[in-house]
């Protein structure tokens, strides 16, 4: 079964600053990868999808991914933290493993914390 | 507006009783998946369905049960038996594989149990 593995449950960076949030999926190559982010008492929001059709990824607000299947990471960045980023992200895979079936796993999550 | 719509938002439960969670969607989707979400453990499934009258268990179905009936709908219920269900309720449905597998979410539902 697929699986993905968030490093850093917590990241501080200061408003205007690189934001990097890291996801490494299990060895063998996914078909889809996603990063949604989740603000307090929400639902999920989709911010972008691996499709395998381009290994760099651009997302909304913003963000954006890149696979890199040597390193098996699909680390999420955005060049200038804004106050509004402050949220919790997830890095999911999907999961083909189960014969006629689709299921998406998550991480455990990295909640973003932006300082001013 | 598409989309998924869970109610209640905030549900209370009383120690030995049964509650249903509320799942709707009018997205046409075949997939539908229940997930809880605790504070470090990120999303764990609880159930997900393929397809209408068919159901599998996720990673942690001990103590809630699922049915669906009809297509847009997927009611998830808390039994008795489920021992810490404190906590907030996530579901979700996706599109097919070959059209990307994107998962769409809806607002969630807090339950405490007092």
């Known amino acids: 079964a697929q699986s993905v593995t968030q490093l850093g449950s917590h990241v501080s960076v200061s408003e205007g600053a690189l934001v990097l949030l890291r996801c490494n999926y299990s060895s063998s190559v996914p078909p889809y990868l996603f990063w949604y982010v989740q603000y307090p008492n929400q639902g999920l929001q989709l911010l972008l999808k691996y499709t395998s059709a381009a290994t760099l990824v651009k997302g909304i607000n913003g963000f954006e991914a890149e696979f890199k299947k040597s390193e098996t990471s699909f680390h999420l960045t955005k060049p200038s933290a804004h106050m509004s980023d402050a949220a919790e992200y997830f890095c999911a895979v999907s999961d083909l493993t189960y014969f006629g079936n689709e299921k998406l796993t998550f991480g455990t999550g990295t909640r973003l914390t932006i300082i001013p | 507006d598409g989309g998924i719509t869970q109610s209640p938002k905030y549900l209370f439960r009383k120690e030995g009783q049964n509650v249903t969670l509320s799942c709707e969607q009018n997205?046409?989707?075949?997939?539908m998946y229940w997930y809880r979400q605790d504070p470090g453990q990120g999303l764990r499934l609880i159930y997900y369905?393929?397809?209408?009258?068919?159901?599998q268990k996720g990673d942690i179905a001990e103590g809630y049960s699922v049915s669906r009936e009809k297509k847009e709908s997927f009611p998830l219920t808390v039994t008795s038996a489920q021992k810490n269900p404190t906590a907030f309720y996530l579901c979700a449905s996706s599109i097919p594989p070959s059209e990307g597998a994107e998962a769409f979410f809806g607002q969630g539902t807090r339950l405490t149990v007092v």
């Open positions: 997205l046409n989707h075949d997939a």
């Open positions: 369905s393929q397809i209408v009258n068919d159901f």
